[in-house]
Structures are given as C-alpha cells and as structure tokens.
C-alpha cells in the first residue's frame, strides 16, 4: 500500500499512499530526539488547524499508535494536483481573497494560543531567495488554496527549548513575518 517516496520535508518524508493518498511519516531532529514530544507537537497542530483553518485543509487523518511503549503517527492526506503558492499569484482576485481569510484565521489563532502556521517549510524560509513562493499553501487546478502542511511555529517552545531552538524558532517567526509582509500582504 505505501508506494514511492514523493517528497523529504522538514519535519515528514512523504510516500505515495494507494491511488489517492499521501503518507507522511516523522524524521527529523525533533522526532529522534523526542518522539513522544513530537506526537504531542503534531497532535495539537493537528487540532488547532482543524479548528482554526478546517476549509481549507487538504482532507487529513492523523493516525496514532503505541510502538514498545512509545506514542507513534503517521499523516494521511488525499493526493491533489497543486503547485506552491508564489507571490504573482496576489494578482488573482480570489487567490487574494482566500489567502487573506487564511491570514485572518491565522491571526485568531496567534492571538488566541501563540501559535502560527509555518507558510514557507524550512525549505522555503532558508532558500527564499532561490525558491520564492510557500511550501505548506498550494494552489489547486481550481483556483483553490489548500494548506497541504499544518506544521506551526509557537513562541511557547521558547521557555523549555534549547538556546539554539530559541534563536532559530525567534528567527523564522521574524523571518516569515518578513517575507509575507513583503511578498505576499502589500500586492
């Protein structure tokens, strides 16, 4: 049932899942460090992007299991034809529309639990320059944006991380703010 691998993220490689699914499973500095501190990340991502950002979420199921006493996921999604989001696609009147709902969703979230989404990826925030446009916002053929990646960035991770996490997660908060103010909000 899990096919080829389609894609190595920050945080999930994804695999091809069936005929019409994805299937992310967790590497990365966080999850080996930590498993169990990443299925806690994952699963409150998981329920405040269903509550903050429901229409536009891909179709998700995150699965939870127990493995020798440790919690464990994994990340089903439907498989969509989209492409990243790019700063040319503010002059779309309805793109424009429904990333604007999307920042206004984000900004009741960041309000309400000081958390916010992660636009870029990793990806896209250190090679921005090279890479212009937002790994975890898709366009569909529709003219839909989808927010294929719910990851977040929490300034609540500041208190109990390491001196380096800090000034890493203070650096990519400043520097998405950055980029959307550039790129994305003055179009």
Request: aromatic share 20%.
């Given at each position: 049932m899990v096919g080829r691998k389609i894609a190595a993220a920050g945080e999930h490689i994804v695999y091809k899942?069936?005929?019409d699914k994805i299937i992310k499973f967790p590497h990365g500095p966080i999850y080996y460090a930590n498993p169990e501190e990443a299925y806690d990340k994952i699963d409150n991502e998981f329920r405040l992007a269903?509550?903050?950002?429901?229409?536009?979420?891909?179709?998700?199921?995150?699965l939870t299991y127990e493995e020798n006493g440790r919690k464990k996921y994994c990340v089903i999604q439907d498989f969509i034809e989209s492409r990243p989001l790019v700063p040319e696609d503010m002059q779309n009147e309805d793109l424009k529309l429904q990333f604007k709902e999307i920042?206004?969703?984000?900004?009741?979230?960041?309000?309400n639990?000081?958390?916010?989404?992660?636009?870029?990826?990793?990806?896209?925030?250190?090679?921005?320059?090279?890479?212009?446009?937002?790994?975890?916002?898709?366009v569909t053929g529709d003219k839909e944006l989808k927010i294929?990646?719910?990851?977040?960035?929490?300034?609540?991770?500041?208190?109990?991380?390491?001196?380096?996490?800090?000034?890493?997660?203070?650096?990519?908060?400043?520097r998405q703010g950055k980029l959307l103010r550039k790129q994305y909000l003055n179009n």
């Open positions: 899942y069936g005929e269903n509550r903050y950002f429901k229409k536009f979420l891909v179709p998700t199921r995150l920042m206004e969703a984000n900004n009741r979230m960041y309000l639990s000081r958390y916010t989404l992660e636009f870029f990826g990793l990806k896209g925030l250190i090679f921005h320059n090279f890479f212009p446009r937002m790994e975890n916002i898709v294929a990646d719910f990851g977040m960035i929490s300034h609540l991770n500041l208190v109990s991380s390491s001196p380096i996490l800090r000034w890493f997660i203070q650096w990519a908060v400043r």
